[in-house]
């Protein structure tokens, strides 16, 4: 009888460790449909409101640091959240919530500086960096995202030209390339595409492409997309003649981004090397010298 209970016993413990084990490595989420995955996969997911004892601080303090600013610097931080990945920061809110969390942290950092050092210029700098180092990180975040769009964008364009030129129509080669390719300019493109698909037309979708972003190559094809749809010009030469053109801008771009290194690379040497070098070689000379053992005066 025991014997038969502690087989059934260990029969059940197996069996719960397989399903338990298959359980683990089973996709929770393959029941669902294909879009209802991506929305539930969305990385933004979860990362809408700042988290922990500074970010609960920052969304008490940021609505009323928001209403000092003012709505000038709302439309200005609205508009390089525009061009910025909004993966981070989904809305002014959450972007003004982590400023002043921010600017506490560092306040704090600064009075306890001036604290030990008795110099209030700790704080001022610690408040000022605070204050302004989330907005540079912003910009800087939004310009590299309108660097990228413009890198990808004559690619893009040329497999968008061979979608065409291979019998199918602009929307429809418009949405199998950007399902194909990764990156903020698909995302954009993207973005336009549904858009389209609840009923905007295709000149206000493509001109709220270019007012969503601030890249030079990609308001020139939209103005170019928008005059073939107009006057019925063939896209597909379009859109060629459109990626030798941002081909061209790439490759002066890059050149002038390496003539920039050139004088930064040489102020690098000339502020860290040259000194270090210097120091180096007086080392050298006071030891080779004697000095440190006092030789030279006998």
């Given amino acids: 009888m025991w014997a038969l209970l502690f087989a059934v016993l260990g029969t059940a413990v197996f069996a719960t460790a397989v399903i338990g084990y298959r359980g683990l490595r089973s996709d929770p989420l393959a029941a669902l449909s294909a879009d209802d995955r991506v929305l539930i996969r969305d990385p933004r997911a979860g990362r809408t409101r700042p988290r922990g004892f500074f970010g609960s601080l920052g969304l008490r303090l940021g609505p009323p640091l928001a209403e000092l600013l003012g709505s000038p610097y709302r439309s200005f931080i609205e508009r390089r959240l525009l061009l910025a990945d909004r993966q981070k920061y989904p809305d002014y809110t959450t972007f003004m919530a982590s400023k002043a969390a921010i600017l506490v942290i560092a306040g704090g950092a600064g009075l306890a500086l001036a604290l030990m050092t008795s ?176 030789s030279l005066f006998g």
């Fill in 119 to 294: 110099s209030g210029a700790f704080a001022v700098i610690a408040l000022v960096a605070g204050f302004f180092v989330p907005d540079l990180l912003l910009h800087l975040n939004g310009r590299s995202r309108q660097e990228r769009i413009e890198d990808d964008l004559p690619d893009f364009l040329d497999v968008l030209s061979v979608t065409v030129s291979a019998g199918l129509s602009f929307r429809s080669a418009l949405r199998k390339v950007t399902e194909r390719t990764e990156g903020p300019l698909a995302e954009e493109v993207q973005t336009t595409l549904r858009q389209m698909d609840v009923g905007e037309p295709m000149y206000a979708a493509f001109s709220a492409l270019r007012d969503r972003t601030d890249s030079d190559s990609l308001n020139t094809f939209v103005n170019a997309l928008l005059q073939s749809e107009e006057l019925g010009a063939p896209l597909a030469d379009a859109l060629q003649q459109i990626a030798v053109d941002m081909r061209r801008t790439t490759a002066q771009r890059a050149r002038q981004k390496a003539a920039k290194a050139s004088p930064k690379i040489a102020s690098v040497v000339t502020l860290i090397m040259v000194p270090g070098t210097m120091a180096l070689m007086l080392v050298v000379i006071y030891f080779v010298a004697g000095l440190d053992e006092g």
